[in-house]
């Protein structure tokens, strides 16, 4: 009864730019964090960024000065801005969300399906 669905992704050379979208729907109360994860081939999904309702942010050291994150809380959206793309940022990145979908509720944790970024001349 929640979705969250990823756009944006695709392929870009070194040093280009990319911007993710993922708008929560369905039965929505109310959002606390969001945040992006990645996962390279092989690899462990890790964190990027996260921010809070508020707007306090959190970053991986690896994408700090590059990537930017944000979020419209009258859309039920977060972005990522990612700049200065390197070939290591290649992964299927994961929009996530903790969601109440009552009043004083729990908080739920919801993925989305993942989108494909490719960094590659």
């Known amino acids: 009864q929640v979705q969250l669905v990823e756009s944006g992704g695709g392929l870009v050379q070194p040093g280009g730019s990319l911007r993710l979208s993922c708008a929560a729907s369905g039965n929505i109360f109310t959002i606390g964090a969001m945040g992006w994860y990645r996962q390279a081939p092989g690899k462990q999904r890790d964190l990027v960024a996260t921010?809070?309702?508020?707007?306090?942010?959190n970053y991986a050291d690896s994408v700090k000065g590059r990537f930017i994150i944000s979020r419209d809380n009258t859309k039920n959206t977060v972005y990522l801005q990612m700049n200065s793309l390197k070939p290591e940022d290649t992964a299927v990145y994961y929009c996530?969300?903790?969601?109440?979908?009552?009043?004083?509720?729990?908080?739920?944790?919801?993925w989305g399906q993942g989108t494909q970024v490719t960094v590659s001349s």
């Open positions: 996530n969300a903790d969601i109440a979908t009552r009043f004083l509720g729990r908080m739920y944790d919801y």
């Open positions: 921010i809070t309702s508020s707007g306090i942010t």
